[in-house]
């Protein structure tokens, strides 16, 4: 029922289904058929996806079945794709940097308690369509550049105003951080925890705050957070 409903949202923004390993679906949008706008698609995919999840969370508690979570994890950028395999059998499927970066985000997730997590190059190719929060900079497992992480919160209409609170305090929180002021860091994201006791991102930034204040990084530390698992 998960897999189908999932699915189903995908196909409705035209994505292509690559395959389905365990509980996981892997898609990508802009192949076999060109769409400009594949990230706008793809991110507006992943909000209904959380949307329909909700719905059927509170479907599955009057069946007392288990409550389903997802995580997402989106990029966008140039990758291989087509039939690849054998001459005797193939895949119409996807490879490069670009879908590896992809895939280690969704592993991100687990570090802040978020969701769904998009890369810099998708933001800055659907900023305008979006509601973010401005994770982090990180260094995932096998890649050297840091990548900017924005947790993906809904459409911009639809966002209340504790949240946007929350993203707010969040945001200077991050600025202090970066600059190494862990004290005014710290209070900030405890406003936001006051916002919401729940907020993953603001709790793993405070636990970082604090292990900082007892280990400071060096004046030469440049803010990138560095994942140490997939």
Same mark, same amino acid.
């Given at each position: 029922?998960?897999?189908?409903?999932?699915?189903?949202?995908?196909?409705?923004?035209?994505?292509?289904?690559?395959?389905?390993?365990?509980?996981?679906?892997?898609?990508?949008?802009?192949?076999?058929?060109?769409?400009?706008?594949?990230?706008?698609?793809?991110?507006?995919?992943?909000?209904?996806?959380?949307?329909?999840?909700?719905?059927?969370?509170?479907?599955?508690?009057?069946?007392?079945?288990?409550?389903?979570?997802?995580?997402?994890?989106?990029?966008?950028?140039?990758?291989?794709?087509?039939?690849?395999?054998?001459?005797?059998?193939?895949?119409?499927?996807?490879?490069?940097?670009?879908?590896?970066?992809?895939?280690?985000?969704?592993?991100?997730?687990?570090?802040?308690?978020?969701?769904?997590?998009?890369?810099?190059?998708?933001?800055?190719?659907?900023?305008?369509?979006?509601?973010?929060?401005?994770? /982090?900079?990180?260094? *995932? #497992?096998?890649?050297?550049?840091?990548?900017?992480?924005?947790? @993906? !919160?809904? &459409?911009?209409? /639809?966002?209340?105003? *504790? #949240?946007?609170?929350?993203?707010?305090?969040?945001?200077?929180? @991050? !600025?202090? &951080?970066?600059?190494?002021?862990?004290?005014?860091?710290?209070?900030?994201?405890?406003?936001?925890?006051?916002?919401?006791?729940?907020?993953?991102?603001?709790?793993?930034?405070?636990?970082?705050?604090?292990?900082?204040?007892?280990?400071?990084?060096?004046?030469?530390?440049?803010?990138?957070?560095?994942?140490?698992?997939?």
């Amino acid at each position: 029922e998960f897999l189908t409903e999932m699915t189903d949202v995908i196909l409705g923004y035209e994505g292509t289904v690559d395959k389905f390993e365990g509980d996981a679906i892997i898609a990508f949008f802009g192949a076999p058929a060109i769409l400009e706008d594949h990230a706008i698609r793809a991110c507006r995919a992943c909000i209904d996806m959380q949307v329909k999840l909700v719905g059927l969370r509170a479907k599955w508690k009057t069946e007392n079945r288990p409550e389903l979570m997802m995580r997402i994890g989106l990029n966008t950028g140039s990758a291989v794709v087509g039939n690849m395999g054998s001459k005797s059998r193939m895949d119409y499927t996807m490879m490069g940097d670009t879908v590896n970066t992809a895939a280690r985000l969704e592993g991100v997730n687990k570090v802040y308690g978020t969701y769904t997590m998009i890369s810099d190059t998708v933001y800055r190719a659907a900023k305008d369509d979006v509601f973010v929060r401005e994770l /982090d900079a990180i260094k *995932v #497992v096998g890649k050297g550049e840091p990548v900017v992480i924005y947790e @993906l !919160l809904g &459409y911009p209409g /639809d966002v209340d105003d *504790v #949240v946007k609170s929350v993203v707010e305090h969040y945001a200077e929180g @991050l !600025l202090a &951080y970066r600059n190494q002021r862990w004290d005014e860091a710290l209070s900030h994201f405890s406003a936001a925890l006051s916002l919401d006791p729940h907020d993953g991102p603001s709790q793993t930034m405070t636990n970082r705050c604090q292990e900082f204040k007892v280990s400071p990084p060096g004046k030469d530390w440049d803010g990138v957070f560095t994942a140490s698992s997939k």
